[in-house]
């Protein structure tokens, strides 16, 4: 198989185009779809006490832990890496010395370390750790299974569906991230992705504005226009698939353009200049403050994606400057920010990437895959935090100690802390049962 | 051609994947072997048969996924096909970059080429030698893109746009209505489409807003966006 591509948004060392990957028998999937969702959206309305919302810092690659979280300052230097520990706002515990700002709200983060799974390249590391199920996709990253999973956002787009006349489910990310989707679900609970700059003087989110040349009064007579000359589309009650799929998504849309909450929620130029500075003037810090906005107005999953982390050669210069600098603002300003807003109780943050990295650093002064260890962190949602650290890597970081939790486990204790029921039984297009997770267990320990 | 391979997914032939329908499957490959590998012939004869001519509207209790070919699928436009066809209908061109003026959405060789249209309806990155690598799954964002774009919105417009040529011409309107159907349909308005139609654009507004208007109901219809 030979790559032709070369621009790419991707960092990756497996150099794949991080497409969406929601097209291996897509076709037959939407005429499940749509009854779930239509259903879903019914059941929605009756739904009362749901103000939860989760922001997922996704560090695309793979973070690497021992350099950062999970630091191993007495192991030999050939393990230890060129990084030092600094105290941190918890007596006792530590981080990279390239975290300052990320030390200094460590008693707003608690970690999960007994997170292992078996998938050593990207797309199945992604699918490990955003879905909570195991795959194994071929040279190309696709899956060679046939049922593909739902991302944790997807599965929250389905059990909760939208809020605020917002779509539950939103990618803060230039390219795209692998089996971020809702896989078997159906495209109608894929996130709303937004690739353009937050950071960018003209950022505005695409499509989502009326043009002016048009307005809101011509807007809605072409709507009513086409509900009365589109002869198909009366069709779409008694056709399954495409037709259907296609009308959800133009009702969806239309709430998007004319709800006066969404257009608010991207304004991310209202912000005081002090607090975009906070949060960074880059691509990612300001992706992590407009994903404060979102969870105000009311989106219920964000995902902002920190790339590079895929650090094969020269690891340490490259965590040094620029990918732990960027991290280390945009994290501490939001868990800061949150905080300071009262919403952090309401708002489950993760910071996590695929796998952690090999112990002993490579020939490239780099490090490699390793998805025996991961360092998790979560903050606010109802789990613990103060420093608290559940499960204990060996000296080396090279694997857990006692015995470790599942990918499974990671997904319920996910979807536990967001009320989402983790054993909610779909069906894919074929019949074949699924559940929400495979006997996944929440991590009790992480709760207060 | 059907929406659906006798192979799905349409690249993945092996053993433990068989084809939904194996000896028709023989039956076509022989024949394409007896005719010497003509393509030409292979696709007059499924256009002739009575299940490519099959209509789309069916029951899809029996057959959501068209595994057993009852009805037609409705599929929608690919990307660059779609992006040439609003181009015709609305007489615009789309310019890329590094690319003459009038290049077709079609005949765009690279994938690194500059479109969001192209992104956000799916295209080959050509990153294996597959053309499968198309996603043809509707989303949120294409829905907002036919909707609301102010790119689309200015061919609607566009100064030497087909509205703004037929304004120009000052025709009827029954006979503007029926030109537009033609270009977006490929066939003439039925009567009680041209009554409504001449319904909208009778009002205080301005000829040229009607028929921009119309024009993107009928580019916003299923009829225009979906092969059927």
């Known amino acids: 198989m030979f790559e032709l591509h070369a621009q790419q948004p991707s960092r990756r060392c497996d150099g794949l185009h991080r497409r969406s990957f929601l097209k291996v028998g897509s076709l037959p999937f939407f005429g499940l779809s749509l009854a779930t969702l239509l259903e879903s959206r019914a059941q929605a309305a009756g739904t009362t006490t749901d103000n939860l919302s989760c922001i997922l810092l996704w560090c695309d690659g793979g973070l690497s832990t021992i350099d950062t979280f999970d630091m191993k300052p007495d192991a030999p230097r050939e393990y230890r890496g060129d990084f030092k520990p600094i105290s941190t706002s918890v007596p006792g515990l530590t981080v990279c010395e390239h975290l300052p700002r990320v030390a200094q709200q460590m008693h707003r983060i608690g970690q999960l370390r007994t997170i292992a799974h078996t998938g ?92 002016s ?46 709800s006066p909450a969404a257009k608010q929620a991207f304004r ?10 906070r949060y960074g003037r880059f691509r990612e810090g300001q992706a992590a403050l407009l994903s404060r906005r979102l969870v105000e107005a009311g ?105 470790a ?39 009790r320990e992480m709760f207060v | 051609m059907m929406g659906r391979g006798l192979v799905e997914p349409v690249d993945d032939l092996r053993a433990t994947n068989p084809a939904s329908h194996p000896e028709l499957l023989d039956r076509l490959a022989t024949d394409f072997k007896e005719h010497g ?29 068209g595994m057993f070919y009852t009805h037609r699928q409705f599929r929608r436009l690919q990307a660059a096909v779609f992006l040439d066809a609003i181009n015709d209908v609305t007489e615009t061109t789309t310019s890329f970059e590094g690319l003459p003026v009038g290049t077709r959405a079609l005949s765009v060789p690279d994938p690194t080429v500059q479109s969001y249209f192209l992104d956000a309806f799916g295209r080959s990155v050509r990153s294996t030698p597959c053309e499968c690598a198309t996603d043809q799954s509707p989303d ?54 041209l009554k409504t139609a001449e319904r909208f654009v009778k009002n205080d507004k301005s000829r040229q807003e009607n028929f921009e208007d119309l024009l993107w109901t009928l580019m916003n219809s299923t009829e225009f966006v979906f092969n059927h």
Not at chain 1, 268 to 277: G, H, N, V, W
Not at chain 1, 411 to 418: D, E, K, Q, R, V
Request: charge should be negative; glycine fraction near 8%; aromatic fraction near 6%.
């Open chain 1, 299 to 403: 989106v219920r999953f964000i995902t902002v994606e920190f790339n590079g982390y895929d650090t094969h050669d020269k690891n340490f210069i490259e965590l040094e400057t620029p990918l732990l600098p960027k991290l280390d603002q945009a994290y501490s300003a939001l868990l800061e920010d949150l905080a300071e807003r009262g919403l952090l109780e309401t708002t489950l943050v993760i910071c996590m990437g695929e796998f952690g990295r090999t112990p002993k650093v490579n020939g490239l002064a780099g490090r490699d895959h390793y998805p025996a260890v991961n360092s998790i962190c979560f903050s606010g949602g109802g789990m613990k935090m103060d420093g608290f650290v559940h499960g204990q890597t060996d000296d080396k970081c090279s694997q857990v100690v006692g015995s």
């Open chain 2, 140 to 193: 949120l964002a294409q829905s907002l893109h036919l909707i609301n774009s102010p790119h689309i919105s200015a061919k609607i417009s566009a100064g030497n746009g087909r509205i703004a040529r037929l304004i120009k011409a000052d025709g009827s309107d029954a006979d503007i209505i029926q030109e537009l159907y033609l270009a977006t349909f490929g066939r003439p308005a039925t009567d009680s489409e």
């Open chain 1, 405 to 443: 939790a599942s990918h499974h486990d990671l997904a319920a204790t996910i979807y536990s802390a967001l009320g989402v029921a983790s054993n909610k039984l779909s069906h894919n297009i074929d019949g074949r049962p699924i559940l929400t997770t495979d006997n996944g267990h929440p991590v």
């Open chain 1, 268 to 277: 991310i130029e209202q912000e005081p200049a002090d607090l975009r500075d």
């Open chain 1, 120 to 211: 050593g390249q990207h797309a199945e590391a992604c699918h490990f750790m955003l879905t909570g199920y195991p795959q194994v996709p071929d040279v190309n990253a696709e899956p060679v299974g046939s049922v593909i999973h739902p991302c944790y956002g997807s599965v929250v787009s389905e059990q909760l569906s939208w809020r605020n006349n917002l779509p539950p489910f939103v990618q803060l990310s230039a390219g795209n991230i692998k089996y971020h989707h809702a896989g078997f679900l159906g495209s109608g609970y894929d996130p709303l992705r937004i690739k353009s700059d937050p950071n960018a003087a003209d950022f505005e989110i695409e499509d989502v504005s009326i043009p």
């Open chain 2, 37 to 65: 590998h003509d393509v030409k012939h292979l696709l007059r004869l499924i256009c002739n048969s009575r299940v490519y001519q099959l209509r789309s509207a069916a029951n899809p209790q029996v057959d959501i996924d």
């Open chain 1, 213 to 258: 040349s048009v307005g809101a009064d011509r807007t809605q007579r072409r709507r009513s226009m086409l509900a009365e000359l589109d002869r198909f589309h009366r069709l779409a009650d008694q056709t399954a698939g495409a037709i259907a799929e296609r009308n959800e998504f133009y009702n969806q849309a239309y709430d998007l353009i004319t």
